[in-house]
């Protein structure tokens, strides 16, 4: 007999909960990213997607119309959060350098602690297409708040090199290929930590005087996380 047991909104799941998650939704999300960042996006089916959480193909489109949607949810949640972190870091107090190592910690933990590595799917072709444009548009203003905060750190130091402003966002999204690398085999037998990307974030700038930097972000950190933001 099948076991069925309730998936909320839509028809019934066909076996106990297989993934991890307190919603429906977030349980696709989940299988989705898994399938998407290990068998490659064209190659994923809803059905298959359907499949690893253990619904029918019908009740995974009450959650999401179409494949793309999914994949548009998936990569919208790898930029919401450090926009908002930085939409806040660029209006508070603290000198641009702390704010700068910041958001880098934050924005590169990010990326090395989720689930799945969904930062290699930013070179899927579809993503060029208008349907992924509000993700562009999310991930260019992320990209903007770097480019803001570095250039205050470069004011700062009395330098002009606008080339420099784009170097800290290009610095976290090499966790990604870092990350994909380990998980092949091929990396270094010791991962880039998020630390090291932030002060690397500042380097490259020309910050050098990291210890108060470091001391400052991560009383600043600490607050963000406790709603001092």
Known sequence: MVNVTNAGPGRPRLTKQRRPGPTATAQILDAAAELFTTQGFSSTSTRKIADAVGVR???????????????????EGTVTTALAV????????????????????????????????????YLLPELR???????RDERQKLRDRYAQLARLVLDDLGIVDDA??????????????????SEA?????????AATI???????????????????????????NNGGR
Do not use: M
């Not at 297409?129 to 993700?135: C, D, G, L, S, V």
């Open 57 to 75: 193909q019908a009740s995974l489109y009450h959650h999401f119309a179409t494949k793309d949607d999914i994949l548009v949810a998936l990569l």
């Open 86 to 121: 930085a939409d806040q870091l660029v209006n508070r107090p603290e000198p641009a350098a702390v704010r700068l190592y910041a958001l880098l910690n934050f924005d590169a933990g990010q990326l090395l602690s989720g689930r799945w590595n969904l930062g290699a799917l």
């Open 129 to 135: 297409t208008e349907r992924y444009a509000p993700f």
């Open 164 to 181: 420099r402003c784009g170097l800290p966002f290009r610095l976290v999204e090499t966790v990604i290929n870092e990350r994909s690398d």
């Open 185 to 193: 085999g091929t990396g270094d037998s010791a991962p880039i930590g």
């Open 198 to 224: 932030a002060e690397a974030g500042l380097r490259v700038l020309g910050w050098t005087d990291l210890d108060a930097v470091r001391a400052s972000a991560a009383t600043l950190v600490l607050q963000e």
